[in-house]
């Protein structure tokens, strides 16, 4: 089946600091993929869409400027938590579908991002 | 979106089948019925779909009603590996669409 490769897995960073995610589809081609972002036990909530090639399009509430997102090639998708505070803290998941009208949607491991 | 209503906890033994409902009354003739489950520190990984017909794969069997406004994911033999939040998502037709997670069913199960 089709994988989508997150890295990295986990992350600590200094309150004030960018980290960057990156998401890749390893053996398909994904002209859309998706972000979200976990609380510890509660459900996932989608932060944006991005399409390949075009900016993405943010969840009401999603700050655009803090949650950078870039979809720059057909395999890869990048989300950067910009000037990371503790409240930032949690697991960011990505997910990807092809453009042929997939049923399903490919998820990524997820990254668990702890600001300090 | 059209919502989904599901258990927030269920308990099976190992070896036993294990029956998931999921609650769809504002489902629309378009919707599909997706199931994914999530293990814990791991993302999400798809499980099964339909529209209106029941659908068997290797992991699981999903029962649609006749009325499509509930369906069933079915596990026949639960493992300890089955232990995961099992999500119930109406996923609309078309190319163009976007998945919003409820808060699923957490499935634990015993040895």
């Known amino acids: 089946g089709a994988v989508v490769s997150q890295h990295p897995s986990w992350v600590i960073c200094k309150s004030g600091t960018s980290v960057k995610i990156e998401c890749r589809s390893l053996?398909?081609?994904?002209?859309?993929m998706f972000w979200y972002r976990q609380f510890p036990k509660q459900s996932l909530m989608l932060m944006a869409t991005?399409?390949?090639?075009?900016?993405?399009?943010?969840e009401q509430g999603v700050e655009k400027d803090k949650f950078l997102i870039n979809h720059a090639s057909l395999t890869l998708s990048t989300l950067t938590v910009t000037s990371a505070h503790p409240e930032d803290s949690s697991f960011y998941i990505c997910?990807?579908?092809?453009?042929?009208?997939?049923?399903?949607?490919?998820f990524g491991s997820g990254t668990q991002l702890s600001v300090l | 979106d059209a919502k989904t209503t599901q258990p927030n906890s269920m308990e099976s033994n190992e070896e036993e089948p294990v029956h998931l409902p999921c609650n769809h009354s504002?489902?629309?003739?378009?919707?599909?019925i997706h199931w994914y489950r999530q293990l814990p520190s791991q993302g999400p990984e798809y499980v099964i779909h339909?529209?209106?017909s029941n659908v068997n794969n290797r992991m699981a069997s999903l029962a649609i009603a006749e009325d499509r406004k509930s369906s069933t994911l079915i596990l026949h033999r639960a493992t300890l590996r089955d232990a995961a939040v099992y999500y119930c998502?109406?996923?609309?037709?078309?190319?163009?669409?976007?998945?919003?997670f409820g808060k699923g069913t957490l499935l634990t199960v015993n040895p």
């Open positions: 997910s990807a579908r092809t453009g042929s009208g997939n049923e399903k949607l490919f």
């Open positions: 339909g529209l209106t």
């Open positions: 053996d398909f081609q994904a002209t859309t």
């Open positions: 991005s399409n390949e090639g075009s900016k993405a399009t943010y």
């Open positions: 504002t489902i629309s003739g378009t919707d599909y």
């Open positions: 998502i109406l996923r609309p037709r078309g190319s163009n669409y976007k998945l919003t």
